[in-house]
């Protein structure tokens, strides 16, 4: 393995997560870059789904990262490298959590609901795309993250975890020290609990879908009556 002062280039890509780990033992710092790339995006949304605020996530994961640094001598490989990362997450944002529980007032607790959440990235397809369906696809993301919020925090970061990270049973399980069964259930109420908040929000726009008034209508009409004359 290359180490850091040598004048060839590092190709981290190219390195699984045990030779990253033994690189950042030997004192490489930017093989942890490349780790932190590689992880990034799972842990602001693992911790995201517990303290339910993009500042206080990025905060959690930056944390988070400087103790795994610190600790990434006691790394032995038990578990995936990940998965180990997951864990010091969990364990900042509920300590997080707790500390804020009685401190957090009635203010505050209006103040973050009216913040607008942003944990399912929804990439616009390549090249051009209508505005008004790039409009409506960002409603759907801002209801769908809404409703996702507005879960319990135990079957919100299950749902987070599997549904949106595409994590196993298994890797949800021991990331969040649970029983698979648990998992198991904890997803099938969130998606309960996510399919009846989505109902109720949309269930008064039912109506209002395939709009047939306006100009379609005439056009229509006016054709009708073109035949009927003819």
Known sequence: MVRPGNTLRVNYASMDDTALVDAVQHGDRDAFR?????CNQRLFRVARGVVNDDAEAEDVVQEAYAHAFEKLSTFRGDAALLTWLTRIVLNEAHGRQRQRRWVVDVEQIEVSQMDNASIV????????????????????????????DRLPEAFRIVFVMREIEGCTVEETAASL?????????????????????????????????????GSRCDRMTDAVMRRLGA
């Open 121 to 148: 990235p929804f990439p616009a397809k390549f090249g051009y795309e209508d505005p008004a369906v790039a409009a409506a696809r960002e409603q759907a993301r801002m209801l769908l993250e809404e409703a996702i």
């Open 34 to 38: 490349e780790i932190m790339r590689r």
């Open 177 to 213: 020290d649970l029983r698979t069964e648990t998992v198991k259930t904890r997803l099938h109420r969130a998606r309960r609990l996510l399919r009846t908040a989505l109902h109720d929000t949309l269930s008064g726009t039912l109506t209002d879908v395939f709009p047939f008034l």
